[in-house]
């Protein structure tokens, strides 16, 4: 299996843009976790999914984020719009039900909004 | 879960031993021990995980103290690739496997 791909790698955008990351889980895998991380603030959990449903997304900075997995293969992240204070790495997880806290995370997109 | 304290950076001798210490002075009965790495401009990286027992994988050691208060992370021959930040984790076996990463500790392998 070829892990967790997140994509783009690397996005640059303008205030008041929308952005659309994208990840695909570990095949198999029934949770999907969106993490954020920031010098400031470390990573921080922003929402996770089981079975395709959002379980906790009390992570979530504010309603311009949103976050939908329409199946077991695919997440998508969105900022609408987006701000400065958003530019971070946004990291995508996945892992069994019984993986018992043993999560895979994809290589990350790093989000600069100027 | 419980909250960890890791030391802020630690540095280790190419080919030796890099023990990295954890306090969870709060950890609960139910409550494992997880580790994990995050070389630059990577995802983080499972290491390994315990609850009350030495744990041992091809990747590292755990010991956990006898009052499963503390623990160390042991990489037995650290190499200049585990340069990274290790985050120590607490968190109950039951439950969504959602993690919450602390500050953790930036070790520097240095040759």
């Known amino acids: 299996d070829a892990g967790v791909i997140q994509s783009p790698r690397h996005e640059v955008t303008e205030m008041g843009q929308e952005v659309t990351l994208r990840c695909k889980p570990i095949?198999?895998?029934?949770?999907l976790f969106w993490y954020r991380q920031t010098m400031m603030r470390g990573l921080e959990l922003l929402i996770y999914f089981n079975n395709n449903v959002p379980i906790d997304d009390s992570g979530m900075p504010e309603d311009r984020f949103s976050a939908k997995m329409p199946n077991a293969s695919f997440s998508t992240l969105k900022i609408q719009p987006s701000e400065p204070r958003d530019s971070a790495v946004y990291f995508c997880?996945?892992?069994?039900?019984?993986?018992?806290?043993?999560?895979?995370f994809g290589s990350g997109t790093q989000l600069s909004v100027l | 879960d419980a909250k960890t304290t890791q030391p802020p950076s630690m540095d280790c001798a190419e080919g030796r031993a890099a023990n990295l210490p954890c306090n969870h002075s709060t950890i609960s009965g139910n409550e494992y021990v997880y580790w994990y790495r995050q070389i630059h401009s990577q995802g983080p990286q499972y290491i390994i995980h315990?609850?009350?027992n030495n744990e041992t994988n091809e990747m590292a050691s755990l010991i956990i103290t006898e009052d499963r208060k503390s623990s160390t992370l042991i990489l037995p021959h650290a190499t200049l690739r585990d340069t990274a930040v290790y985050y120590c984790?607490?968190?109950?076996?039951?439950?969504?496997?959602?993690?919450?990463f602390g500050t953790g500790t930036r070790l520097t392998v240095i040759p």
């Open positions: 984790i607490v968190r109950a076996q039951t439950g969504a496997n959602n993690l919450f």
């Open positions: 095949s198999g895998h029934d949770y």
């Open positions: 315990g609850l009350k």
């Open positions: 997880a996945s892992s069994f039900s019984e993986g018992f806290g043993k999560l895979f």
